[in-house]
């Protein structure tokens, strides 16, 4: 039976409703510890935290359905979503994958609470975390890794010397997304700022495209087995070949609230080829990007270093272009 802990209260962010971070968020030191976790769960204290643009959506409300996707959170809440940390309770079910004082990485996904000192997570969402891989690099790859791996596999699956296009390589997907593919033996095109050329050359890129400048003029002549759309863009079908396959992760107008629209729009451009993506949390997925973090075929790449719950507060809204902005608790 599950049974709430309230004797000892926790750090953790608090988010009061919808809206702009400074006047949302606050960071309060007395927040009941979560509840034991119950039989497929962990209890995690927590080590770093990272930053993507799920959690600003969800502090944001926008677009509005995220507002009735998570309808029934109580205010405040704990905003975020992934995590590293150290194992500090096991539910019974969860004994067989995992042990007290075990290193791990992982998502809260759509429970949220991961910006505190301890959370309760499904053992589904959590890996084991390498030796090799710092804390904040750990708390980097839950949902970023699990996109671009998954993403990568959408449609045909990936073979040695097919050319890929990723739009939007520099940020936290499209930085494990050219890594995946070149992993695969493809011939990668990025599409990047030219500030953040060097980067995605360092993942493996093979050729690096400003998406400020004229692009179309840039990739002339030049047609892909896939183009995963990161950032949401539009004019990428005379580019693609005729049995390839465009994967919209992104939508191409991101800050749209119409959005079955824009699903539809994305249908009517690629009609057998468009592949509309939605990232699931899958334990062997997350297994497997922790293989190849450990073998080191894959490499977090983390941008903006930060230190505490403060820190997080007023950094959270910042849209970091390389990498990941990891916090550490």
Request: proline residues 5%; neutral net charge.
């Amino acid at each position: 039976e599950r049974k709430a802990s309230f004797i000892m209260t926790m750090r953790a962010v608090q988010q009061s409703g919808w809206g702009a971070a400074s006047k949302v968020l606050s960071v309060s030191d007395a927040v009941p510890l979560p509840p034991s976790p119950a039989s497929d769960e962990l209890g995690i204290k927590v080590r770093s935290v990272s930053i993507h643009p799920g959690d600003r959506h969800v502090i944001k409300g926008r677009p509005y359905l995220v507002r009735l996707v998570l309808a029934g959170k109580p205010w405040p809440t704990i905003p975020g979503m992934d995590f590293a940390g150290v194992v500090e309770a096991v539910g019974e079910r969860a004994g067989d994958r995992f042990s007290v004082g075990d290193e791990v990485f992982g998502t809260t996904d759509l429970s949220l609470g991961a910006f505190a000192e301890h959370l309760v997570v499904k053992e589904g969402n959590v890996a084991i975390k390498p030796a090799s891989v710092s804390w904040e690099e750990a708390a980097s790859v839950a949902t970023s890794g699990l996109t671009a791996l998954q993403a990568t596999r959408k449609g045909r699956p990936l073979e040695p010397n097919d050319k890929v296009l990723v739009n939007g390589a520099s940020g936290g997907v499209g930085c494990f997304a050219v890594q995946l593919a070149k992993a695969r033996g493809c011939e990668v095109t990025a599409v990047c700022s030219a500030e953040k050329a060097d980067l995605v050359k360092s993942l493996g890129a093979d050729v690096v495209v400003d998406y400020r400048g004229d692009v179309e003029q840039q990739l002339s002549g030049l047609s892909f087995d896939k183009i995963l759309d990161l950032a949401g863009r539009g004019g990428w079908r005379p580019l693609l070949k005729r049995e390839g396959d465009y994967v919209a992760v992104a939508l191409p107008n991101p800050k749209t609230e119409c959005i079955p629209c824009t699903l539809l729009s994305v249908l009517c451009c690629f009609p057998t080829r468009g592949r509309l993506f939605k990232q699931t949390v899958d334990a062997g997925d997350l297994e497997e990007l922790a293989r190849m973090l450990d073998g080191g075929e894959l490499r977090a790449h983390v941008g903006l270093k930060l230190e505490g719950l403060e820190q997080l507060v007023v950094e959270v809204m910042g849209e970091n272009g390389g990498g990941k902005t990891t916090v550490t608790l």
